[in-house]
């Protein structure tokens, strides 16, 4: 069909148009209905950091989405830009230059900047985790040397669990790390490391003891050391703002002083690492569901067939009633948990586990009804919703699989 | 123009009171010595003067954009110290306010237009009018 033909709404322009009228439609449709309104239940303080989250993504983020989605690019000034806002260590502590937030600050800002780009947000997480890992278990030496370049995103971080042969079955990992007088010699690889080969600091769990879990030690490396390579850029189905390669450790040296934390305690780290991260991606997750409700919410109003709006359609009007009831009931998991994990609750990291769940599983629902919703236009790549369909179909794979999570939440109810 | 009133006076009125030059709306501004060059949009397009300084200037929206408020800042706000002033210790008199609402009223409603059939017609119309 002719271009000019196309149901050309408000809303989808905002994601392909000039930033300031992405930033006048995307802001003037913050709330568009008070009951999926995120702003809901906030202090004025996180309505402030959502406010900025959402101005930043509505014009940094949104209108170069597909742009950097087509040509595989890592937008690195403009998360320099959001690192100057202190986006880059959010619930890092201020002495090294971070914000001090709480979790549930984060998981607010993480949902609010999805709404702009969610892979470009999925990576910050990660590197929000990153430097949230050497601040907590780093001594002082560690913590002032790598984590105000990482706050402010001069330098970017990558985390290393995963190997070609333990994925959910991470305390099997095999990356090797020998101790030689003061330095650990590492041999393995990594692989599916976000960022891998354009950021600089990489945090790895390596084996240094024996078999299990209390084997496993965290190191810090950075790009440069010899015997760190990388593989090819791996081709995705989304996150492709994001450089994703195998990390290759050959005979690769490491002072001591890279290490994290005291031997064997690797694990431990990687695992309160990941319900934090678990909570940042479910807020992607939440991010995107929203934007792909708005959009469906728009094009069904636009867009008519047989005399009459999409929205006059009782089916689509009870669909988009769902979409809405799931996105909110995904939220309040998310947010449940991130309070949770706050306070340090000893219920904390099973909540995380099945606010990931829950909330990746209906996010993903939600944004492949929008695509439905769409028509055969959904299906086009100048329709910023299947974009959000593919940027969060990983959320249900990585930070543990979906499958996983229900091992941890079955494990805490039938053993815990 | 105050959200408030919407009256569109306070920089005109201080130009008046300081007797120095005003350029209201200003869209874009650029120093120079000893003066500014100030430009506004008109209906017609776009109106530039050149004041000498010191000059009275009011912003409008499309001057620049705001920069993002960092979040330390937004939590530093909180505690930043609010400093009241009484009215006295600046040397403004206290008294009633000096502006007085003389009338509201809604402006007159509609009239219905008419069609008319050709462009004579409406030239005729518009001169019995007295509008052209």
Not at chain 1, 361 to 374: K, P, T, V
Not at chain 2, 10 to 19: E, H, I, K, W, Y
Not at chain 2, 71 to 76: F, Q, R, V
């Given at each position: 069909s002719r271009e000019a033909e196309r149901p050309r709404t408000a809303m989808a322009m905002a994601w392909r148009a000039a930033p300031r009228a992405a930033a006048r439609l995307l802001l003037g449709r913050r709330g568009i209905a008070s009951c999926i309104d995120p702003s809901t239940g906030l202090t004025e303080d996180q309505k402030e950091f959502q406010k900025v989250a959402l101005d930043f993504a509505a014009k940094e983020m949104a209108p170069y989405m597909a742009e950097w989605d087509e040509k595989e690019i890592f937008?690195?000034?403009?998360?320099?830009?959001?690192?100057?806002?202190?986006?880059?260590?959010?619930?890092?502590?201020?002495?090294?230059?971070g914000s001090g937030l709480s979790r549930l600050d984060t998981s607010i800002i993480f949902e609010a900047l999805s709404t702009g780009c969610t892979s470009t947000t999925a990576y910050m997480s990660i590197h929000n985790m990153c430097v949230w890992m050497i601040d907590t278990f780093g001594n002082e030496e560690q913590r002032h040397r790598f984590c105000p370049s990482l706050c402010s995103m001069e330098k970017f971080a990558s985390y290393c669990l995963t190997e070609p042969g333990s994925g959910s079955d991470a305390a099997s990992l095999l990356t090797s790390a020998q101790r030689k007088g003061d330095t650990y010699v590492l041999n393995g690889s990594k692989a599916f490391i976000s960022g891998g080969g354009d950021t600089d600091v990489y945090v790895v769990m390596c084996r240094t003891g024996g078999p299990g879990p209390k084997g496993i030690s965290c190191l810090v490396l950075e790009k440069g050391m010899p015997g760190l390579s990388f593989g090819k850029k791996e081709k995705k189905v989304g996150w492709n703002s994001q450089p994703t390669r195998a990390v290759i450790f050959e005979d690769c040296v490491v002072p001591v002083g890279n290490r994290l934390g005291a031997e064997g305690q690797g694990f431990s780290i990687a695992m309160q690492g990941l319900n934090g991260g678990r909570i940042n991606i479910a807020s992607c997750s939440l991010g995107a569901a929203h934007a792909s409700v708005l959009l469906a919410q728009e094009h069904l109003?636009?867009?008519?067939?047989?005399?009459?709006?999409?929205?006059?359609?009782?089916?689509?009007?009870?669909?988009?009633?769902?979409?809405?009831?799931?996105?909110?009931?995904?939220?309040?998991?998310?947010?449940?948990?991130?309070?949770?994990?706050?306070?340090?609750?000893?219920?904390?990291?099973?909540?995380?586990?099945?606010?990931?769940?829950?909330?990746?599983?209906?996010?993903?629902?939600?944004?492949?009804?929008?695509?439905?919703?769409?028509?055969?236009?959904?299906?086009?790549?100048?329709?910023?919703?299947?974009?959000?369909?593919r940027d969060i179909r990983v959320h249900q794979i990585l930070e543990g699989t979906n499958e996983v999570m229900r091992m941890i939440v079955a494990r805490s109810l039938l053993q815990g | 123009q105050a959200i408030d009133d919407d009256c569109n006076q306070t920089g005109q009125l201080l130009a008046a009171m300081l007797d120095w030059p005003q350029g209201t709306f200003a869209s874009r501004v650029e120093l120079e010595a000893g003066a500014v060059r100030v430009q506004r949009e008109v209906d017609g397009g776009l109106e530039t003067l050149r004041l000498r300084l010191p000059a009275v200037l009011t912003a409008d929206l499309r001057l620049n954009e705001p920069r993002y408020a960092t979040l330390p800042n937004i939590m530093k706000a909180k505690k930043k110290p609010l400093e009241v002033v009484p009215a006295a210790e600046l040397g403004v008199p206290a008294g009633a306010p000096r502006l007085k609402v003389l009338q509201v009223q809604e402006p007159p409603a509609r009239a219905g237009g008419e069609k008319v059939e050709s462009v004579e017609s409406l030239l005729g119309k518009l001169r019995h009018a007295g509008c052209i």
């Amino acid at each position: 069909s002719r271009e000019a033909e196309r149901p050309r709404t408000a809303m989808a322009m905002a994601w392909r148009a000039a930033p300031r009228a992405a930033a006048r439609l995307l802001l003037g449709r913050r709330g568009i209905a008070s009951c999926i309104d995120p702003s809901t239940g906030l202090t004025e303080d996180q309505k402030e950091f959502q406010k900025v989250a959402l101005d930043f993504a509505a014009k940094e983020m949104a209108p170069y989405m597909a742009e950097w989605d087509e040509k595989e690019i890592f937008p690195v000034e403009t998360m320099r830009k959001a690192a100057q806002l202190g986006f880059g260590g959010i619930y890092v502590k201020p002495d090294v230059g971070g914000s001090g937030l709480s979790r549930l600050d984060t998981s607010i800002i993480f949902e609010a900047l999805s709404t702009g780009c969610t892979s470009t947000t999925a990576y910050m997480s990660i590197h929000n985790m990153c430097v949230w890992m050497i601040d907590t278990f780093g001594n002082e030496e560690q913590r002032h040397r790598f984590c105000p370049s990482l706050c402010s995103m001069e330098k970017f971080a990558s985390y290393c669990l995963t190997e070609p042969g333990s994925g959910s079955d991470a305390a099997s990992l095999l990356t090797s790390a020998q101790r030689k007088g003061d330095t650990y010699v590492l041999n393995g690889s990594k692989a599916f490391i976000s960022g891998g080969g354009d950021t600089d600091v990489y945090v790895v769990m390596c084996r240094t003891g024996g078999p299990g879990p209390k084997g496993i030690s965290c190191l810090v490396l950075e790009k440069g050391m010899p015997g760190l390579s990388f593989g090819k850029k791996e081709k995705k189905v989304g996150w492709n703002s994001q450089p994703t390669r195998a990390v290759i450790f050959e005979d690769c040296v490491v002072p001591v002083g890279n290490r994290l934390g005291a031997e064997g305690q690797g694990f431990s780290i990687a695992m309160q690492g990941l319900n934090g991260g678990r909570i940042n991606i479910a807020s992607c997750s939440l991010g995107a569901a929203h934007a792909s409700v708005l959009l469906a919410q728009e094009h069904l109003s636009v867009r008519k067939q047989f005399g009459e709006p999409l929205a006059n359609n009782q089916y689509l009007q009870f669909r988009l009633a769902e979409m809405a009831t799931r996105l909110l009931a995904a939220r309040l998991m998310v947010r449940n948990a991130a309070r949770a994990l706050q306070e340090g609750r000893e219920d904390a990291a099973v909540l995380c586990s099945m606010a990931k769940l829950f909330a990746t599983d209906e996010c993903f629902g939600i944004c492949n009804q929008a695509l439905q919703m769409h028509g055969g236009y959904g299906y086009l790549k100048d329709y910023a919703v299947q974009q959000f369909v593919r940027d969060i179909r990983v959320h249900q794979i990585l930070e543990g699989t979906n499958e996983v999570m229900r091992m941890i939440v079955a494990r805490s109810l039938l053993q815990g | 123009q105050a959200i408030d009133d919407d009256c569109n006076q306070t920089g005109q009125l201080l130009a008046a009171m300081l007797d120095w030059p005003q350029g209201t709306f200003a869209s874009r501004v650029e120093l120079e010595a000893g003066a500014v060059r100030v430009q506004r949009e008109v209906d017609g397009g776009l109106e530039t003067l050149r004041l000498r300084l010191p000059a009275v200037l009011t912003a409008d929206l499309r001057l620049n954009e705001p920069r993002y408020a960092t979040l330390p800042n937004i939590m530093k706000a909180k505690k930043k110290p609010l400093e009241v002033v009484p009215a006295a210790e600046l040397g403004v008199p206290a008294g009633a306010p000096r502006l007085k609402v003389l009338q509201v009223q809604e402006p007159p409603a509609r009239a219905g237009g008419e069609k008319v059939e050709s462009v004579e017609s409406l030239l005729g119309k518009l001169r019995h009018a007295g509008c052209i």
